[in-house]
């Protein structure tokens, strides 16, 4: 039997850092959803192509500093969405980076992922926002 699950080389964790992608086209502001110190899950408006190599800063307020490395496209889904609303999604591994920022990414993401729940501050309020709503709902129709 063939296992299909994904093998990663390093540990990902679902970190949210601000990055600024330096082509040659200009610079493109982003968010990382999720990162490894092999690489990231990217959000951002006009990503790269597809197998494009470029400079990216990743702005760390735990590591109290950013990071400058290398990258490139290894997937994307900027074909692939209908809408102009949502922003296109790429994966990126690190081609280009110090043995030191690796060290800081990957001892990031451990800290990460050994606290129990780390939910972005948005989606808690999201959550919050969802169960008044409901809540309201429920009470309007007992009213009733």
């Known amino acids: ?31 990382t959803l999720n990162v490894s110190a092999g690489g990231a899950q990217i959000r951002c408006q006009s990503p790269p192509l597809l197998y494009e190599v470029f400079e990216m800063t990743i702005k760390t307020p735990e590591l109290e500093r950013s990071l400058v490395v ?14 102009e609303l949502t922003l296109p999604i790429i994966g990126v591994s690190f081609t280009h980076i110090s ?33 008044k709503a409901l809540k309201e709902c429920m009470e309007e129709s007992s009213e009733e």
């Not at 992608?21 to 493109?28: F, L, P």
């Not at 490139?72 to 209908?82: G, I």
């Not at 990957?106 to 050994?114: E, G, I, P, R």
């Open 1 to 31: 039997m063939v296992d299909l699950r994904e093998k990663r080389s390093y540990p990902r964790a679902k970190i949210e850092w601000p990055i600024t992608i330096k082509t040659e086209q200009g610079r493109v502001q982003g968010l």
């Open 70 to 83: 290398d990258a490139q496209v290894v997937w994307s889904t900027a074909d692939l969405l209908d809408s």
């Open 99 to 131: 043995d030191r920022d690796r060290w800081l990414i990957s001892t990031a993401v451990s800290m990460f992922l050994k606290e129990e729940k780390r939910v972005p501050p948005r989606v808690e309020a999201a959550k919050k926002a969802l169960e």
